[in-house]
């Protein structure tokens, strides 16, 4: 019998310690459950490892996960294992009798998840041990690396065609976090994909801000951005290796602890760099691009480009290793022409330069718009947004606009007229009406918006092309020409009568000064000190299980911890992010350490907030403590404690009844209730007990024996 969604949400909860799916996890499991092959585009940080993890779970045999890094195999294993499945990597970090020990295990059926290189999934020793064991489905990461028209091809990756036909019935999954509709059909036919279904998850993170600064007074600009974020994880890409280097010194020597990483380095350095920074031991890394594809660390709060990088593809990965656990993070770009002229020069000597350049020129101008920079980002990866984010630094500095409907109905018209054959240049010659030969010599002067925008200048008419194409009106198809292409938003301005607003093209912005740090609330202030207690214990547990603190939990597992104050494995198992391995493996240290926290709050003189006062009566009660015991600590009156008690007794969590009623008393006043007949009122017995016994001990005593 087929494995279900019904078996799969449940595994997800056991394993991963969540309730729902992320959008489209349902119907790529779905699809792999039933033996079809995808494709997944989806951002970083957008859950695609659990789109093959569970059915990996549920379908018999040995998955096989082809990912690029060794060090991303490390860590996805790792954090696999916290959760108690069978997962393992083989790769050259191995010595040959932990290699040997592994193949064991997998011909013994004890490993249901294997990372491999491409290197060595194609080799001829390890496709004759995956021909000795069930084959549950394979999967591909970073599948942009095999066509020519992602940003990262890899030649090696072209060889894992031949894998999926040693395997014909086995389904493929190829996911990559950024591909164009270019990339992703290229993707498909280089893998050798049997009809697959195409998954395109939304590319908005809304968690993410957006800012783009001139590259000007970096430094101090880097030092001002730093300041209002103490103790934070982030990544400063750089485009040369000695600019990582002078970096990391110059924030070493203002006392922060920071490290740089570039391909340079010895080995051994590079992976005590990566190690330190997984760990928590060095927050800031001074990198080149060579640094995070193998980084599955989820707290990276906040990334900085020192430099402006080639293209989109690359830019909109690197921003996505931050916030990967969906809590607000912050992604700062530095610009100026001469990144530009190093990055052109670079090109120069790569080997597909148009195109290239072509993404280059996307690059920069993202970098110079005045349009909402998500709204780019979207529009680039084939994702349309009607609506500004508010969260980039346009949004929060918006320019002066104007109507520019007609212009984009001048400019779609023409570009139709043109049988979408031509690139931008020429689109704008058309409608300035150019007497150009090659114009004249296509018939392109015949068409009846020839010198429709005459009254524009070339550099207008550009401003507003670049415009167009950065809200998605008109796309490039690079893969014919560098042809324009009008879209469907595109056609919804032409012939549904969409409105097209367009920043002034004189206006020049103003950089946008840094909010300054508010003062906490009660509430916050309690959390964030809640939240740190629970950084401490998390790091000494990782430390001794010698594994990444992420691995433990993640920041907004303990970030939900804080807000719900969990003091049982009960509240504990409702926490997303703990499921049952790690509900049993760390839930009462950290539920001790919640209670340990809320009891010594008020003992250091300071206030709890309101919707934290019942949960700090109960913490004490699990140190054995009664109401009125609780009431002296706490200065309060032991009706309010008993009140408190009472709500958690309600909620499902346990009340220690001895401490509670010590001298027999629950067994008297539990008597008189059945004596009585007292089943929906408290007085009769109140009277009985001649006022010595206070409501709130009968209150407590009806609910401890069910009256």
């Known amino acids: ?201 939304s590319f908005d993170r809304p968690n993410l801000s957006l800012s783009v600064l001139p590259g000007r007074n970096r430094m101090a600009q880097i030092l001002d951005f730093l300041r209002l974020r103490p103790g934070q994880s982030g990544i400063i890409y750089c485009l040369s290796r000695k600019a990582t280097e002078d970096i990391a010194a110059r924030l070493r020597a203002r006392g922060y602890a920071a490290a740089h990483y570039h391909a340079g380095m010895p080995a051994d350095q590079r992976a005590q760099t990566q190690e330190d920074f997984i760990n928590d031991r060095v927050p800031i890394i001074c990198a080149t691009i060579a640094f995070g594809m193998g980084i599955d660390k989820s707290n990276v709060r906040w990334i900085i480009h020192y430099n402006m990088p080639k293209n989109l593809e690359g830019y909109y990965q690197e921003i996505g290793r931050a916030g990967r656990d969906g809590l607000p993070s912050d992604t700062l770009l530095f610009h100026s022409y001469r990144d530009v002229l190093t990055l052109r020069e670079f090109i120069a000597e790569s080997g597909q330069p148009e195109l290239a350049q072509a993404k280059l020129a996307r690059m920069e101008e993202y970098a110079n718009a005045q349009i909402c920079r998500r709204r780019i980002l979207l529009n680039y990866f084939g994702e349309p947004m009607e609506q500004d984010c508010g969260n980039c630094d346009v949004c929060q500095n918006p320019p002066q606009r104007i109507d520019g409907t007609i212009l984009a109905q001048k400019a779609l018209s023409a570009l139709i007229r043109l049988r979408e054959e031509v690139g931008m240049n020429m689109l704008v010659d058309v409608l300035r009406g150019s007497n150009r030969k090659e114009i004249r010599e296509k018939g392109y002067d015949q068409i009846k918006t020839y010198g429709a925008g005459s009254d524009l200048s070339q550099g207008d008419w550009q401003h507003c092309m670049v415009q167009f194409l950065q809200m998605g009106l008109i796309e490039i198809a690079y893969d014919q020409g560098h042809t324009l292409r009008v879209t469907e938003a595109g056609r919804a301005v032409l012939f549904d009568g969409a409105r097209v607003e367009l920043v002034r093209p004189e206006r020049t912005r103003t950089r946008r000064p840094e909010p300054q740090a508010k003062p906490l609330s009660l509430r916050e202030a309690f959390e964030e000190g809640l939240f740190e207690a629970l950084r401490g214990l998390r790091k000494a547990l990782a430390t001794q299980e010698k594994v990444p603190p992420y691995v433990v939990f993640s920041d907004a597992t303990l970030r939900e911890m804080c807000q719900e104050c969990p003091l049982s494995l009960t509240a504990m198992s409702r926490i997303s992010g703990v499921g049952t391995r790690k509900e049993a493996r760390y839930g009462p240290a950290f539920v001790e350490a919640i209670a340990g926290y809320l009891r010594d709050f008020e003992a250091q003189g300071q206030k709890l907030p309101p919707s934290r006062t019942a949960a700090a009566s109960y913490a004490w009660h699990l140190q054995g403590l009664g109401c009125e015991e609780i009431a002296q600590r706490r200065q309060l009156k032991a009706t309010t404690i008993g009140g408190h008690l009472l709500k958690y007794w309600e909620a499902g969590e346990v009340l220690n009844e001895k401490v509670l009623f010590p001298t027999g008393e629950l067994a008297r006043i539990h008597q008189a209730m059945e004596n009585l007949g007292a089943r929906d009122g408290l007085r009769d017995v109140y009277d009985h007990f001649h006022e010595s016994i206070p409501y709130y001990r009968l209150r407590l005593a009806a609910a401890l024996t069910g009256a």
């Open 1 to 201: 019998m087929l494995p279900t969604l019904t078996d799969a949400r449940r595994a997800l909860r056991t394993y991963f310690g969540y309730d729902q799916f992320r959008p489209l996890q349902e119907e790529i499991i779905a699809r792999l459950l039933e033996g079809g092959d995808a494709i997944v585009l989806m951002p970083t940080g957008g859950g695609k490892s659990i789109t093959f993890q569970l059915p990996a779970l549920l379908r018999p045999g040995m998955a096989v996960v082809v990912s690029p890094l060794i060090a991303l195999m490390k860590d996805q294993v790792e954090a696999l294992r916290a959760n108690g499945v069978a997962a393992a990597y083989y790769n050259s970090s191995q010595t040959g009798a932990e290699q040997a020990a592994l193949v064991e295990d997998i011909l013994l059926a004890e490993v249901k998840l294997l990372y491999v290189s491409p290197e060595k999934v194609v080799s001829p020793e390890f496709l004759n041990l995956l021909r000795q064991v069930k084959i549950s489905l394979i999967a591909i990461d970073e599948a942009h690396c095999i066509s020519q028209w992602g940003h990262d091809f890899r030649p090696e990756y072209t060889q894992l065609a031949w894998l999926r036909g040693q395997f014909p019935g086995v389904p493929v999954i190829a996911l990559t976090a950024t591909a164009d509709k270019t990339t992703r059909q290229d993707i498909a036919r280089q893998l050798d994909l049997r009809d697959p279904e195409v998954f395109v998850a």
